[in-house]
């Protein structure tokens, strides 16, 4: 079975740090671009960062370059997203999900998600 | 950044057909996909592409592009189609953008 699961969640002080992980299986997961996304509470879907297969490429959400860094370990099957200096507006869940794309037939899309996992930031 | 606009709320009586709407610069490159979210479930994509439905998508969803314009048309809307509905693309870089999301209520 395709499946994500993220995990590393939690309460943080303002200013403080996280790093969530997102363990894949049923696929290949170094053939995949993989994202992060967010959900605050009460609002809608906000893509955060994405990684290319082999990590050579990454890309962020203005409101978290310089603050989050997204990683991954193919041996390991695993994607993270490293949070520091966390803010109170990065409280949401936060789902990993699976990319897919085609250059050629210009679609692109995540077919795969995770459950997700909160993040609440709170003194 | 590139952004994708959604209307905030669309109803529909039950058995009828709606369309979503989708505009953004990042369109006239990749077509949109689109994402149903029921309250505190994960999302599920339901068409990517020119007009693709995943496996276990319902016919009676289906996609369509103009221009700058995507449209997910739901025809003879379920009472378990009410949900939130998000579009999708990315810029031809890499960054990724989601629309506002639009509420889909089914009358």
């Known amino acids: 079975e395709v499946q994500l699961v993220e995990s590393g969640g939690g309460l943080v002080q303002p200013g403080g740090s996280l790093r969530l992980s997102c363990a894949a299986s049923g696929f290949t997961f170094s053939s995949y671009w993989m994202s992060w996304v967010r959900q605050a509470p009460g609002k809608g879907l906000e893509w955060v960062a994405n990684?290319?297969?082999?990590?050579?490429?990454?890309y962020y959400v203005d409101s978290v370059k310089g603050r989050f860094t997204i990683s991954r370990d193919n041996a390991k099957n695993s994607l993270y997203l490293q949070m520091n200096s966390l803010r109170a507006e990065d409280t949401a869940v936060y789902y990993c999900?699976?990319?897919?794309?085609?250059?050629?037939?210009?679609?692109?899309?995540?077919?795969?998600w995770g459950q997700g996992t909160t993040v609440t930031v709170s003194s | 950044s590139s952004e994708l606009t959604q209307d905030p709320a669309v109803s529909v009586a039950l058995g009828q057909t709606v369309r979503i709407t989708c505009q953004g610069d990042?369109?006239?490159?990749?077509?949109a996909s689109w994402y149903q979210q029921k309250p505190g479930q994960a999302p599920v994509l339901v068409i990517y592409g020119k007009n693709n439905r995943p496996s276990g998508i319902p016919d009676r969803f289906s996609g369509s592009s103009s221009g700058n314009t995507a449209s997910l048309t739901i025809t003879g809307a379920q009472a378990e189609d009410e949900a939130d509905y998000y579009c999708n693309s990315r810029d031809s870089s890499g960054p990724a953008v989601f629309g506002g999301g639009t509420q889909l209520t089914v009358l």
């Open positions: 990684i290319k297969q082999d990590g050579s490429e990454k």
């Open positions: 999900a699976r990319e897919f794309s085609s250059g050629l037939d210009h679609y692109y899309g995540m077919d795969v």
């Open positions: 990042s369109l006239r490159s990749y077509y």
